[in-house]
């Protein structure tokens, strides 16, 4: 029984959200569990040459496109958690400190059938210290 439901979305890629966020809201409903939405941006390397804030605005602009997801497919009180880093560390990461008991996540669709699970998938399904429900991409 799941009380705390995780689903990164990463907001450039709706491979990453537009089957697993509908699945994510069943579970949610069916366990009456939280949602909470997790989008992890990339780390920003810090350059001689770069301003001291340089991407000091990523973490608002991903937060308000995550949010407009959301609001699109009647996602209604999902808490939504911006994490800078590895993508698969930082989820697991958030999972595990905040006590997520089951992680929501899409497979993308690749170019040969055994090729649907990407790194960060992986690497989640492999560490991760809850249950990890795949969501396949049916639209072959």
Same mark, same amino acid.
């Not at 069916?30 to 939405?37: P, T």
């Not at 496109?65 to 958690?81: F, S």
């Given at each position: 029984? &799941?009380?705390?439901i995780?689903?990164?979305?990463?907001?450039?890629?709706?491979?990453?959200w537009?089957? &697993?966020?509908p699945?994510?809201?069943e579970?949610?409903?069916?366990?009456?569990?939280?949602?909470?939405?997790?989008?992890?941006?990339?780390?920003?390397?810090?350059?001689?040459n770069l301003?001291?804030?340089?991407?000091?605005?990523?973490?608002?602009?991903?937060?308000?496109?995550?949010?407009?997801?959301?609001?699109h497919?009647?996602?209604?009180?999902?808490?939504i958690?911006?994490?800078?880093?590895?993508?698969?560390?930082?989820?697991?990461k958030?999972?595990?400190?905040e006590g997520?008991?089951?992680?929501?996540?899409?497979?993308?669709?690749?170019?040969?059938?055994?090729?649907?699970?990407?790194?960060?998938? &992986?690497?989640?399904v492999?560490?991760?210290?809850?249950?990890?429900?795949?969501?396949?991409?049916q639209?072959?």
């Amino acid at each position: 029984m &799941a009380t705390k439901i995780l689903l990164p979305i990463d907001h450039t890629e709706e491979k990453s959200w537009k089957q &697993a966020l509908p699945a994510a809201l069943e579970q949610a409903q069916f366990y009456g569990a939280e949602l909470h939405a997790v989008s992890v941006i990339p780390e920003i390397i810090q350059l001689p040459n770069l301003p001291a804030n340089y991407g000091a605005g990523a973490r608002d602009h991903v937060r308000q496109a995550v949010q407009v997801i959301l609001d699109h497919n009647d996602a209604k009180d999902v808490e939504i958690h911006i994490e800078e880093g590895s993508v698969y560390r930082e989820i697991l990461k958030c999972a595990y400190k905040e006590g997520f008991d089951l992680i929501v996540m899409a497979s993308t669709k690749g170019d040969y059938p055994n090729y649907e699970i990407g790194p960060n998938l &992986a690497r989640v399904v492999r560490n991760a210290h809850c249950t990890v429900m795949v969501v396949r991409d049916q639209s072959r």
